[in-house]
């Protein structure tokens, strides 16, 4: 597969990603989806909605009514995911709210999450299975 682009287009192209500080590796994929927020830093845990705009690899890319600091850590769930992100930039938008850019530190599928949540605050119920079997083996 050859690349038909001319000198001058792959120029023009890779100046506008320059301008706008793409320096990724990895292809973007526009979104549009609710998101919601948890700031994880240090005296701050505030739960605040977002709106997902573009998600790579290892990034997200939020749109926020809050300004977020650079260096704060996130609890991003978004669709059927949850991710640990790092924020890198933030800028205001035009028209109110926030742009904001952080890097994914890991991300794992939030049923998962859930799953060992449940396990974790399930009554004592799991024990008195094992005590009941050992009753059992015991018995005979």
């Not at 320096?23 to 700031?39: D, F, H, K, L, M």
């Not at 998600?55 to 749109?63: E, H, I, P, T």
């Not at 742009?99 to 119920?125: C, D, F, K, T």
Request: hydrophobic share 30%; with cysteine; charged share 30%.
């Amino acid at each position: 597969m050859t690349d038909t682009r001319t000198q001058q287009e792959k120029l023009q192209e890779s100046e506008e990603n320059s301008a706008d500080g793409n320096r990724r590796s990895e292809p973007r994929y526009a979104s549009e989806g609710e998101a919601e927020i948890t700031v994880l830093t240090v005296g701050n845990s505030d739960t605040l909605e977002a709106t997902v705009e573009d998600v790579s690899k290892n990034g997200l890319r939020l749109r926020t009514a809050r300004r977020m600091q650079i260096g704060d850590r996130l609890r991003v769930r978004f669709g059927d995911m949850l991710a640990f992100a790092d924020v890198r930039w933030c800028k205001p938008r035009v028209f109110g709210g926030f742009s904001v850019g952080m890097s994914i530190s890991h991300m794992v599928p939030y049923a998962l999450v859930a799953n060992v949540r449940r396990s974790a605050q399930s009554p004592a119920g799991d024990g008195e299975e094992e005590t009941s079997s050992e009753d059992a083996g015991s018995a005979g």
